[in-house]
């Protein structure tokens, strides 16, 4: 097994999936998958196999739980200060500032609909 990018799944915990999935298309500008999988509610963000990185989903159920303690998601988006900027249209709040990164780039932290730290990465041109 490759040791290189071993995470290939997230579970973003929600309360109200309606609600997650307006904020998370307008925001993100993506379309979701709404399925059930194991009972649980799901909404899958876009993945294409043959392309490097893992991807997500807003799961809804009994063991899911919105927080913004424990692991932090980065999702990769093209402007920090744009997705900053339809993240607080939609009711989303910031939660830290845009920061270099250095080399790395740019990141940000925001709180979704529900309640979760959601981090933003934007790549330096070439990155």
């Known amino acids: 097994m490759s040791k290189a990018n071993p995470i290939r799944f997230v ?8 609600r997650a999935v307006t904020f998370y298309e307008a925001v993100f500008g993506f379309d979701l998958e709404l399925q059930t999988i194991d009972g ?3 909404a899958l963000f876009p993945f294409d196999p043959a ?3 893992a991807t997500a989903a807003l799961a809804k159920g009994d063991v899911y739980r919105p ?5 932090i998601v980065y999702l990769a988006v093209d ?3 744009a997705t900053l900027h339809r993240a607080r249209t939609q ?7 845009k ?11 925001i709180e979704d609909s529900e309640g979760n730290r959601i981090a933003l990465h ?3 041109a070439g990155g």
């Open 11 to 18: 579970e973003i915990p929600v309360v109200d999936m309606d």
């Open 40 to 42: 649980y509610e799901m």
């Open 122 to 124: 934007e790549a330096r």
């Open 67 to 71: 927080a913004q303690l424990g692991p």
């Open 51 to 53: 392309a490097p990185g």
């Open 79 to 81: 402007s920090i200060d």
């Open 91 to 97: 009711g989303g709040k910031t939660l830290y500032e």
């Open 99 to 109: 920061k270099s990164a250095g080399d790395w780039g740019w990141v940000a932290e």
